[in-house]
């Protein structure tokens, strides 16, 4: 079964900390991907990455830089925490687009809170 | 504007009884998934449909695409507590929505109550 996981699942941060979300797939995929989920806005993409020390904006970047030095590894920093940066993060990933399948796999969330 | 629109935002039926999730596109979807969330966790893959009219069914969820490949349909069956949780639907990125990237809807929160 394909494993995602993620470092925490439950963090408290101060307004201005910097922030580490750290998320591991064991599956070898290529795709791995950021997301946050708020209350009536869904799932939105922050950033993704299709390979080792590679990555693209997503739609709501702002505010959050990514790292991706090995491929099972991807991690998520927000440079200086702010109250509006309280969500639900979620980690995901799957192998390459092959033209049948889009399907991605997910961890199991970190929710932030920032005071 | 949402490309992908679920409603209702929230339901709340009595276990047993059956309901319909909706999920409506501002375009032709190549492709449609629907994932299950169980309240603080990570999102888990219902089905996909991809054809025109396809229907394809899990034990007691049924989710279907329509003819036009616009809007999608996800109904459970004799709801069960087991089927709490949030359901979201994600458009297949060839649907074009100017990324390379699953589109996912708002989400719909079910509630079963005994």
């Known amino acids: 079964d394909v494993k995602v996981t993620q470092s925490s699942r439950y963090l408290v941060k101060r307004t201005g900390e910097k922030v580490f979300l750290e998320c591991v797939q064991d599956?070898?995929?290529?795709?791995m991907f950021w997301y946050r989920q708020d209350p009536g806005l869904g799932l939105r993409l922050i950033y993704f990455?299709?390979?080792?020390?590679?990555?693209e904006k997503g739609d709501i970047p702002e505010g959050y830089s990514v790292s991706r030095e090995k491929k099972e590894r991807f991690s998520l920093i927000l440079e200086s925490a702010s109250t509006n940066q309280t969500s639900m993060y979620l980690c995901?990933?799957?192998?390459?687009?092959?033209?049948?399948?889009?399907?991605?796999?997910f961890g199991p969330g970190t929710r932030l809170t920032v005071t | 504007s949402q490309e992908l629109e679920q409603s209702p935002q929230s339901l709340i039926v009595q276990e047993g009884k059956n309901l319909t999730i909706n999920c409506t596109s501002s375009?032709?979807?190549?492709?449609l998934y629907w994932y299950k969330q169980k309240y603080g966790e990570g999102l888990i893959f219902l089905m996909m449909?991809?054809?025109?009219?396809e229907e394809k069914s899990h034990e007691k969820i049924t989710a279907k695409l329509d003819e036009k490949k616009q809007q999608s349909s996800l109904h459970i069956t004799a709801s069960q507590p087991s089927h709490a949780g949030i359901y979201l639907c994600?458009?297949?990125?060839?649907?074009?929505?100017?990324?390379?990237?699953?589109?996912f809807g708002t989400g719909t929160r079910l509630t079963i109550i005994p």
């Open positions: 995901a990933s799957s192998p390459p687009w092959t033209g049948v399948s889009y399907e991605q796999y």
């Open positions: 599956m070898d995929h290529e795709n």
């Open positions: 990455s299709y390979d080792v020390k590679m990555k």
């Open positions: 375009k032709t979807l190549y492709g």
């Open positions: 449909l991809q054809k025109g009219g």
């Open positions: 994600g458009a297949d990125p060839r649907s074009n929505f100017g990324n390379e990237k699953l589109t």
